[in-house]
């Protein structure tokens, strides 16, 4: 049959059409497979193609930031050898197996930086399209930043709900120490009176019982009554004590340090004050203390008092938690890095909290300890007191090997409070400056009597401040400021130059030497205070 020649053009442009279709598929594809190559190439979830046996076909670029492996290296390698336990291992090729794909599957594995991260695999197998062969394909995102969050969110929640339960109770415990105080101390006053008046009134019923030999006194005989009724007085007394000590504990618990209560103080001198405290009883338990305190520490804003019962708290808490002989206990301070908050910690070596009362430790009556006459409110007073600061308690706890407790307070300023030295021969002076910058102003004030004893301390730890008087014995002042200029570590120290003779020609040779700040005697403390600030803050 011979084609006509419209059929042939129609034919033509068929084919015509045919071709440009094609080529346009052919773009489309190549197309798609770049885009897909470039996602492939830069997407930051793990991307990865394995055989039905697990073995890895192909895998992003990507894996070499999260795991410590070379991508050319893991291409054959099998994909569940990323998962560190082997339960994990078995659950995700199971489950895969049953339903053709998995989910958000969660597992663990070493990661880039060499620490156990937290990781998340979604994948699945089908035929590819006009294939049989099977192959399956996934993600691998990192969640360790997610679960680190998640973790933190569940502990500040935990965090509020304890606060809240804690100040409910406290409003509740205030109310009801109040109502229990005023009896109990009736009890008090009066049973000394009730000793007194036995001893008064037993002559008599001695005499009285000649007459009535067989007569009981509210059920009792006067042989039983003269043996034992003195001791009977002296256990209400003994358990009236009781009783206000718990109520002096409800009430501390209760309490809440107001601000005005509050001044710069020094963590390292409470820690110090509370072991002496304790010391008669950490003797007695045979267990030694270890202290490892560090120096120069910022001050915190708060009581010193409430700060010494924290520590005498736990202290107390944890000699009672070891039960052999070979009692230790780990004092430590510092300053947290990611924070810059102090740092206090308080280890022993006891027996650990029961894990019964984990959940429970800082609530009030919380004790393991009642045969031993505990109360279950010196860990309920110290949240409270450590919260009244600012500040976060916690612990760790291991059955057997002790327990930790972990104290964190912000402080009055950001990195290392300002070191200052005084000095000046006249002892009423240096205290009076050095406790209104300690108390004002949160520095680290040393102090010196002469120019002898501040050229020791200012070899032994460079100032930032030196408050220098002129006129003092053995070694005045502008010697010191001549011996400041020799030393090329301490030519930079501030220095203000205080006097009571402020035209005396030595002032002439200190401000040669290039000391510029002087201030007359007497001056005003507030006045030289805020000129300190203003030096150690330009």
Known sequence: MIKTSDETEDLKKLLKQEKCKSRQLK?????????????FEIITDIH???????????????????????????????????????SERSA???????????????????????RIRHYRISASHKPRRGRQKIRVTGLIRDVTAQKESEAELEKSRAQLNQAQKMEALGTLVAGVAHEINNPINLIIYNTPLLQKVWSDLL????????????????GLTADFLEQNLLQLIGDIDMAAGRVAKIVTDLKNFARLSGAAEKQPVSVNEAVSNAMRLVHTTVR???????TQLTEDLPLISGNLQNIEQIVVNILINAVQAIDHSQGRIRIETGIRPADGR????????????????????????????????????????????????????????NPGKGTI??????????????????????????????????????????????????????????PDLLVLDIFMPDMDGVEVCRALKKNPALAEVNVIVTTGHPQHPKLAEVNRLGFKNIRSKPYNVSELIEFIDNILTA
């Open 27 to 39: 773009k489309a594809l190549r197309e798609s497979e770049e885009k897909y190559r470039e996602i």
């Open 48 to 86: 990865f193609s394995a055989s039905p046996e697990g073995k890895i076909i192909d895998i992003s670029p990507s894996v070499v930031n999260s795991f410590p492996y070379r991508r050319e290296d893991l291409i054959g390698k099998s994909l569940p050898d990323f998962f560190l336990k082997s």
């Open 92 to 114: 995700f090729l199971s489950q895969l197996g049953d339903d053709s794909r998995i989910a958000d599957f969660e597992f663990q594995s070493e990661g880039s930086d060499r």
């Open 203 to 218: 002559p008599v019923l001695k005499a009285h019982v000649d007459e009535t030999p067989h007569r009981k006194y509210g």
């Open 284 to 290: 007695n338990a045979g267990v030694t203390i270890e």
């Open 342 to 397: 102090l740092h206090l910690s308080i280890a022993d070596n006891g027996k650990g909290v029961d894990p019964v009362l984990i959940e429970r430790l800082f609530d009030p009556f919380v004790t393991d300890k009642q045969t031993r006459g505990g109360t279950g409110l010196g860990l309920s007073v110290s949240y409270n007191l450590v919260k009244s600061h600012g500040g976060d308690i916690n612990f760790e706890s």
């Open 405 to 462: 407790f972990h104290i964190d307070f912000p402080t009055l300023v950001t990195g290392k409070p300002a070191k200052i030295l005084i000095v000046d021969d006249d002892p009423v002076i240096r205290r009076m400056l050095s406790r209104a910058l300690t108390s004002r102003c949160a520095y680290l004030v040393d102090e010196a009597a002469n120019g002898i004893e501040a050229c020791l301390k200012l070899g032994a730890c460079r």
